[in-house]
Nanobody, 113 residues
Framework: QVQFVESGGGLVQPGGSLRLSCAVS????????MAWYRQAPGKQRELVGASTRTGSTSYPDSVKGRFIMSRDNAENTVSLQMNNLKPEDTAKYYCNEWGGTSWGQGTQVTVAS
Protein backbone atom coordinates (compact mmCIF):
# COMPACT_ATOMS: atom_id res chain seq x y z
CA GLN A 1 0.00 0.00 0.00
CA VAL A 2 1.44 3.35 -1.00
CA GLN A 3 2.39 5.67 1.83
CA PHE A 4 2.71 9.45 1.89
CA VAL A 5 4.86 11.45 4.30
CA GLU A 6 4.17 15.17 4.30
CA SER A 7 6.49 17.73 5.86
CA GLY A 8 7.31 21.43 5.87
CA GLY A 9 4.33 22.87 7.70
CA GLY A 10 4.52 25.39 10.49
CA LEU A 11 3.38 28.74 11.80
CA VAL A 12 3.74 31.66 9.43
CA GLN A 13 2.51 35.24 9.41
CA PRO A 14 0.01 36.43 6.81
CA GLY A 15 1.81 37.21 3.59
CA GLY A 16 4.52 34.69 4.31
CA SER A 17 5.57 31.57 2.44
CA LEU A 18 6.02 27.89 3.13
CA ARG A 19 7.16 24.97 1.02
CA LEU A 20 5.59 21.60 1.70
CA SER A 21 7.11 18.32 0.62
CA CYS A 22 5.65 14.86 0.24
CA ALA A 23 7.66 11.68 0.01
CA VAL A 24 5.89 8.78 -1.67
CA SER A 25 6.77 5.18 -0.87
CA UNK A 26 6.65 3.98 -4.46
CA UNK A 27 7.38 5.31 -7.90
CA UNK A 28 5.09 8.15 -8.89
CA UNK A 29 6.17 8.00 -12.51
CA UNK A 30 3.18 5.81 -13.26
CA UNK A 31 0.73 7.91 -11.26
CA UNK A 32 -1.20 10.02 -13.71
CA UNK A 33 -2.26 12.72 -11.29
CA MET A 34 -0.76 13.65 -7.93
CA ALA A 35 -2.60 16.12 -5.77
CA TRP A 36 -2.41 18.22 -2.64
CA TYR A 37 -5.42 18.57 -0.36
CA ARG A 38 -6.14 20.40 2.84
CA GLN A 39 -8.62 20.08 5.63
CA ALA A 40 -9.46 22.73 8.17
CA PRO A 41 -11.20 21.88 11.46
CA GLY A 42 -14.90 21.31 10.91
CA LYS A 43 -14.56 21.44 7.13
CA GLN A 44 -14.36 18.90 4.35
CA ARG A 45 -11.09 18.04 2.73
CA GLU A 46 -10.54 20.16 -0.37
CA LEU A 47 -8.24 20.02 -3.36
CA VAL A 48 -5.57 22.73 -3.55
CA GLY A 49 -3.49 21.54 -6.48
CA ALA A 50 -3.07 18.73 -8.99
CA SER A 51 -0.22 17.76 -11.29
CA THR A 52 -0.12 15.35 -14.18
CA ARG A 53 2.87 13.12 -14.99
CA THR A 54 4.09 15.66 -17.51
CA GLY A 55 3.88 18.54 -15.05
CA SER A 56 0.66 20.22 -16.08
CA THR A 57 -0.96 21.74 -13.03
CA SER A 58 -4.33 23.07 -12.00
CA TYR A 59 -5.55 24.93 -8.93
CA PRO A 60 -8.83 26.11 -7.46
CA ASP A 61 -9.48 29.83 -7.54
CA SER A 62 -8.86 30.09 -3.80
CA VAL A 63 -5.12 29.44 -4.25
CA LYS A 64 -4.50 30.18 -7.92
CA GLY A 65 -1.59 32.57 -8.35
CA ARG A 66 -0.31 31.87 -4.84
CA PHE A 67 0.35 28.11 -4.74
CA ILE A 68 2.68 26.24 -7.07
CA MET A 69 2.77 22.48 -7.19
CA SER A 70 5.64 20.45 -8.60
CA ARG A 71 6.54 16.80 -8.77
CA ASP A 72 9.83 14.98 -9.15
CA ASN A 73 9.13 11.62 -10.71
CA ALA A 74 12.73 10.52 -10.26
CA GLU A 75 12.78 11.25 -6.54
CA ASN A 76 9.16 10.24 -5.92
CA THR A 77 8.42 13.55 -4.25
CA VAL A 78 5.77 16.19 -4.65
CA SER A 79 6.07 19.77 -3.43
CA LEU A 80 3.74 22.67 -2.81
CA GLN A 81 5.15 26.19 -2.72
CA MET A 82 2.71 28.43 -0.92
CA ASN A 83 3.12 32.20 -1.18
CA ASN A 84 1.18 35.17 0.18
CA LEU A 85 -0.42 32.94 2.76
CA LYS A 86 -3.70 34.01 4.33
CA PRO A 87 -5.33 33.02 7.63
CA GLU A 88 -7.91 31.04 5.66
CA ASP A 89 -5.11 28.80 4.38
CA THR A 90 -4.78 27.40 7.89
CA ALA A 91 -5.36 23.65 7.64
CA LYS A 92 -3.65 20.29 7.64
CA TYR A 93 -2.22 19.56 4.22
CA TYR A 94 -2.03 16.14 2.58
CA CYS A 95 -0.73 14.74 -0.66
CA ASN A 96 -2.21 11.77 -2.46
CA GLU A 97 -2.70 10.30 -5.85
CA TRP A 98 -5.94 11.34 -7.53
CA GLY A 99 -8.69 9.16 -6.13
CA GLY A 100 -6.42 7.63 -3.54
CA THR A 101 -7.90 6.38 -0.30
CA SER A 102 -4.76 5.87 1.78
CA TRP A 103 -3.80 9.06 3.58
CA GLY A 104 -0.66 10.14 5.39
CA GLN A 105 -0.49 12.09 8.63
CA GLY A 106 -0.47 15.43 6.88
CA THR A 107 1.43 18.55 7.88
CA GLN A 108 -0.14 21.43 9.78
CA VAL A 109 -0.03 24.93 8.32
CA THR A 110 -1.09 27.79 10.56
CA VAL A 111 -1.24 31.34 9.26
CA ALA A 112 -1.55 33.89 12.05
CA SER A 113 0.04 37.13 13.19
Amino acid sequence: QVQFVESGGGLVQPGGSLRLSCAVSRSIDSITIMAWYRQAPGKQRELVGASTRTGSTSYPDSVKGRFIMSRDNAENTVSLQMNNLKPEDTAKYYCNEWGGTSWGQGTQVTVAS
